[in-house]
């Protein structure tokens, strides 16, 4: 019975912690080589990697992802993950990931000129999901490292993270925004 306890055990951490993290942006590393879809945005503007516009503050890193959310784009516009479904070729994807006490808390860092909620989102493999966690970062032209609690949605599992980075509903102008280390 011991035996047994312990191989669920194994599994089950092998489980919990599938996600790829953290999501940095980095050759090699998560992020860089995934396929990030961009939505509701215009005229789509792609993630990119492109080098840090700040490496002298918390974040250190010499790659970074950058979008750019356009005046007239959707209030939620951003960028997600690919379905780990959608992706039979088996290039790398977020992968499976049960949220548990011990990962409710995700971490991610922002670079924007602006004040405007940041949201994240995790979506199960049916599409579903129970919506954005949003929160405005404090900073502006630097780094900042911003933690939203998911301890609400311990038990789900899903198979794709979706960032919307400048989330407010109406925007003066194009915003530019940079992303890296989620955890």
Same mark, same amino acid.
């Given at each position: ?30 992020? $860089?080589? /995934?396929? /990030? ?9 792609? =993630?990119?990697? %492109?080098?840090?516009? *700040? ?14 959310? =356009?005046?007239?784009? $959707? ?9 780990? =479904? ?6 790398? $994807?977020?992968?499976?990931? %049960?949220?548990?006490?011990?990962? #409710?808390?995700?971490?991610?860092? %922002? ?6 909620? %940041? ?5 199960? $493999? ?16 630097? /780094?900042?490292?911003?933690?939203? *609690? ?8 899903? *198979? ?13 102008? *194009?915003?530019? #925004? ?6």
């Amino acid at each position: 019975m011991k035996k047994i306890t312990f191989i669920h055990l194994i599994l089950l951490s092998f489980v919990g912690f599938a996600q790829n993290a953290p999501i940095n942006f980095e050759t090699p590393g998560n992020g $860089a080589n /995934w396929t /990030w879809i961009t939505f509701e945005n215009g005229a789509n503007t792609a =993630l990119q990697m %492109v080098p840090n516009p *700040d490496t002298s503050g918390i974040n250190a890193s010499a790659t970074v992802g950058k979008i750019t959310v =356009l005046t007239n784009s $959707a209030p939620y516009a951003g960028f997600e993950s690919i379905h780990q =479904l959608s992706n039979p070729s088996g290039a790398p $994807a977020f992968g499976s990931y %049960v949220v548990t006490s011990s990962n #409710c808390t995700v971490k991610i860092m %922002v670079y924007k000129s602006v004040i405007s909620d %940041v949201g994240i989102k995790f979506v199960n $493999a049916t599409n579903g999901s129970t919506g954005f966690i949003t929160k405005p970062n404090t900073l502006v032209d630097q /780094w900042e490292e911003m933690t939203f *609690d998911f301890s609400s949605r311990i038990g789900q599992t899903n *198979d794709q993270i979706v960032i919307s980075p400048d989330y407010q509903s109406t925007r003066s102008s *194009d915003n530019i #925004c940079y992303i890296d280390n989620i955890t």
